[in-house]
């Protein structure tokens, strides 16, 4: 039963989320790249609180890929984004981004079904223990939260970019 109420919570959650990208909505740059520094950095305490990035070589070793596969797929996500500016105000809004939330939602999906898949979720009290972990998978769980991360500081650089583009069109600062 509280599975059920979880997973109707998270679908909740992802259609309200999807409803909002749909929307057409102000570009607000600064709130993008504090939303970004938050994602990652609680994203980072993640990794190394729980040990994962550390526990395998072959964590760190793919992280730098992982971070180059996020960024690289996170500025390509971002395209799907319609900018305009409003003439009446001067402000920059968007519409749009469900292609690049799509993608993230998906990339959180399969870090925790590999994450599930490896052990990670294992009881203390079970006779497994958290040493039962797969360590390939533990390792590829670590890189797709790094690939996440890439894809919120995408995101963060691709508004900036956009916002000061249009700034510099206008040949003034964007109401």
């Known amino acids: 039963m509280q599975t059920a109420v979880t997973g109707g919570i998270v679908l909740l ?4 989320a999807l409803y909002r990208r749909m929307r057409a909505q102000p570009v607000r740059p600064q709130r993008a ?15 190394v609180g729980a040990n994962r990035i550390t526990a395998h070589p072959l ?23 319609h900018f305009w500016r409003d003439e009446a105000t001067g402000a920059l809004w968007m519409k ?23 052990g990670a979720y294992t009881r203390h009290g079970t006779s ?4 039962a972990v797969n360590p390939a998978l533990a390792t590829l769980s670590a890189d797709l939260v790094i690939v996440s991360m890439g894809l919120w500081v995408a995101r963060a650089i691709a ?5 000061r583009a249009y700034e510099r069109a206008a040949g003034q600062p964007l109401g």
């Open 96 to 118: 749009g981004g469900v292609v690049y939330l799509a993608a993230w939602l998906a990339t959180v999906a399969l870090r925790q079904v590999v994450a599930y898949a490896s």
């Open 33 to 47: 790249v504090v939303l970004s520094v938050i994602v990652v950095v609680l994203s980072a305490f993640s990794l």
């Open 128 to 131: 497994a223990g958290l040493h």
């Open 13 to 16: 959650l992802v259609a309200f």
């Open 159 to 163: 508004l900036m970019r956009t916002y």
């Open 59 to 81: 964590a760190l070793v793919l992280a730098l890929p992982a971070l180059g596969v996020g960024l690289g797929g996170g500025l390509l996500l971002m395209q799907s984004i």
